[in-house]
T-cell receptor
């Protein structure tokens, strides 16, 4: 079946550090890939997405590239801020409706 | 501002009680979902609905049922709450594939249920 594996957290960084959160997936065919973010006390919101191989999704300084050869969709940001502290979820979708989520990675950014 | 609203942010119930979690969306979305979120497990799909009065089981439907009598409202029901249903419950909605949806879900803020 379809599944998503994310690196375990929590990830703790100092402000302005470089961020990578790894995400790999298992799926037949060509899924769409997503990163969702959950800020404290809130629901999830879409951060970025990519719908085909080699696409790069980007938003708020975050980027992720859909790599079919490595079945990966790693999230990166060049310089994190305290306000980026949140839980990040990688997800995939085969048919545009049902999403399969990873376990989530807690990010803590210290000033 | 588009919204998915869950009726209760925090609930405390006793084992065996019947529990209703309500969700309303104002985006005229066809699809609605109920997930539960547990640490280390991410989000797991309980039930979803593609249309009024339609429902389909997700990955963990046991112990739950749902109701969708109106397009904007999707209710999750725990017929007899148990302690292992203590969790955060998240409602979400999305537009249909024919509307050009590529998978984005819009989430409510969540309902944290504690069953004693």
């Amino acid at each position: 079946g379809n599944s998503v594996t994310q690196m375990e957290g929590p990830v703790t960084l100092s402000e302005e550090a470089f961020l990578t959160i790894n995400c790999t997936y298992t799926a037949t065919g060509y899924p769409s890939l997503f990163w969702y973010v959950q800020y404290p006390g809130e629901g999830l919101q879409l951060l970025l997405k990519a719908t085909k191989a080699d696409d790069k999704g980007s938003n708020k300084g975050f980027e992720a590239t859909y790599r079919k050869e490595t079945t990966s969709f790693h999230l990166e940001k060049g310089s994190v801020q305290v306000s980026d502290s949140a839980v990040y979820f990688c997800a995939l979708s085969k048919y545009g409706n049902k999403l399969v989520f990873g376990a989530g990675t807690i990010l803590r950014v210290k000033s | 501002d588009v919204k998915v609203t869950q009726s209760s942010r925090y609930l405390v119930k006793r084992t065996g009680e019947k529990v209703f979690l309500e969700c309303v969306q104002d985006m005229d979305h066809e699809n609605m979902f109920w997930y539960r979120q547990d640490p280390g497990l991410g989000l797991r799909l309980i039930y979803f609905s593609y249309d009024v009065k339609m429902k389909e089981k997700g990955d963990i439907p046991e112990g739950y049922s749902v109701s969708r009598e109106k397009k904007e409202r999707f209710s999750l029901i725990l017929e007899s709450a148990s302690t292992n249903q203590t969790s955060m419950y998240l409602c979400a909605s999305s537009s249909s594939l024919r509307s050009g949806n590529t998978g984005e879900l819009f989430f409510g803020e969540g309902s944290r249920l504690t069953v004693l």
